[in-house]
């Protein structure tokens, strides 16, 4: 009698152990893992909405410092300086719709549009945010 409820009681403590390590542990490592995945993308997401803006609708300022600033505050591969008067100064003569279209065109190591996804009108702002930070007296296209 005791023996054999002694034995019930193993088995049964021995069959939960396998139930809740089944039922804890395997999905417990799967949504960590699905949390790792999806972290990034939300990230990437998000990032233009909390800014408050739409495609179209960023300021030159704000397309700036999110894709341009990565060479042009650095100088990286060469990029023409934020604020390099000297650097700008053959550039600003082209005006700014010359400018705009070398810039969404690409040059050299500068990709089509710097890389963005800035339309026309957002390019404008940028170029002429950059220009006139470096030596121009362009009229940036106001934000809609
Ligand atoms: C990967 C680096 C990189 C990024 C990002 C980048 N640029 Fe450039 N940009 C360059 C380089 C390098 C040049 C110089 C090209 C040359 O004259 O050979 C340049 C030149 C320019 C010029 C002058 C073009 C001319 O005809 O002289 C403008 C305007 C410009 N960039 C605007 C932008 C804008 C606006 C952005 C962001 C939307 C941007 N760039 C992002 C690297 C970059």
């Known amino acids: 009698m005791v023996t054999s409820n002694l034995r019930a009681y193993a088995l049964a403590g021995a069959v939960l152990a396998s139930v809740s390590s089944l039922a804890i542990a395997a ?17 990437v997401e998000l990032a233009p909405a909390t800014a408050g803006a739409a495609a179209g609708s960023r300021s030159g ?13 650095s100088g990286a591969a ?3 300086k934020l604020g390099d008067k ?8 082209l005006g ?3 400018l705009v279209k070398s810039a969404i065109a ?28 470096s030596g121009a ?7 809609k």
Do not use: T
């Open 27 to 43: 999905p417990k490592g799967d949504d960590e893992g699905a949390a790792k995945r999806i972290a990034p993308v939300a990230r």
């Open 61 to 73: 300022e704000q397309i700036y410092k999110s894709i341009c600033a990565a060479c042009h505050d």
């Open 78 to 80: 060469n990029a023409p």
């Open 86 to 93: 000297a650097a700008w100064a053959a550039r600003i003569k």
């Open 96 to 98: 700014l719709d010359g």
């Open 106 to 133: 690409g040059k050299n190591a500068m990709p089509p549009k710097g890389g963005s996804d800035a339309n026309e009108v957002e390019m404008a702002r940028v170029v002429a945010f950059i220009a006139n930070k």
């Open 137 to 143: 007296s362009f009229k940036e296209p106001a934000a």
